[in-house]
């Protein structure tokens, strides 16, 4: 089973300015990789998928990349409504499964 | 407008099994996979199984092998979840959710359900 493991657990962040979360795979996941936010007391909210397709209706400030065992997501000037915990999980194909990493958790500095 | 509305809170002694539901509305169900995913309390999504249409099976998290099982009834457009051998770890929100397009064969989520709170208290 594909371990997912995210970096920092928290990041600290002031708003406008950029935030980089990272996303690491025990092994290749191709770009079967999503990123998602989640906010208390909310179901969690698709972001990016493909690694680096946003989905339909986030804004342009997210962004993603890396393939195989790598990924980033970056924040590009930070709202305040960014503030979340964000959850990359990889998609494979075969055998067909969902994990999740443990999340990083974006706050105000 | 696609919507997937879960069954109420459950309280459970360690031991027992609950049974959790998500009825959706909007889209073909049968063409969508469907997984469930938990949130203990401060902690991470755990993603447990899920069910693809085209493949006909349940694919499970090793974790929850032997103890967890997933089906659906096309009749109702529900999906449930029974989670057996309970114990207190097993305390969390239990959301359902579905795959983003028509007979895709992987587990990639753009709708969710509400939640459901499972505590298992003695």
């Known amino acids: 089973e594909i371990v997912m493991t995210q970096s920092p657990a928290t990041l600290s962040v002031s708003p406008g300015e950029r935030a980089t979360l990272s996303c690491r795979a025990s092994?290749?996941?191709?770009?079967?990789l999503a990123w998602y936010q989640q906010k208390p007391g909310q179901a969690p909210r698709l972001l990016i998928y493909?690694?680096?397709t946003r989905a339909t209706g986030i804004p342009a400030r997210f962004s993603g990349s890396g393939s195989g065992t790598e990924f980033t997501l970056t924040i590009s000037s930070l709202q305040s409504e960014d503030f979340a915990v964000y959850y990359c999980?990889?998609?494979?194909?075969?055998?067909?499964?969902?994990?999740f990493g443990g999340g990083t958790k974006v706050e105000i500095k | 407008q696609v919507q997937l509305v879960q069954s109420g809170a459950e309280v459970k002694k360690p031991g027992s099994s609950v049974k959790v539901s998500c009825k959706a509305s909007?889209?073909?169900?049968?063409?969508?996979?469907i997984s469930w995913v938990r949130q203990a309390p401060g902690q991470g999504l755990e993603w447990m199984g899920g069910?693809?249409?085209?493949?006909?099976?349940?694919n499970y998290a090793q974790k929850f092998q032997g103890r967890v099982t997933i089906t659906t009834d096309e009749s109702t457009s529900t999906a449930y979840m029974e989670l057996s051998s309970l114990r207190s770890e097993d305390t969390a929100v239990y959301y359902c959710?579905?795959?983003?397009?028509?007979?895709?064969?992987?587990?990639?989520?753009?709708?969710w359900g509400q939640g459901t709170l499972v505590t298992v208290s003695s």
């Open positions: 959710a579905r795959g983003v397009a028509e007979m895709a064969t992987t587990y990639l989520f753009d709708y």
């Open positions: 092994q290749s996941v191709s770009s079967n």
């Open positions: 909007g889209g073909t169900f049968s063409s969508y996979a």
């Open positions: 999980q990889q998609y494979n194909n075969w055998p067909p499964e969902g994990t």
């Open positions: 069910i693809i249409p085209i493949f006909g099976t349940a």
């Open positions: 493909g690694a680096s």
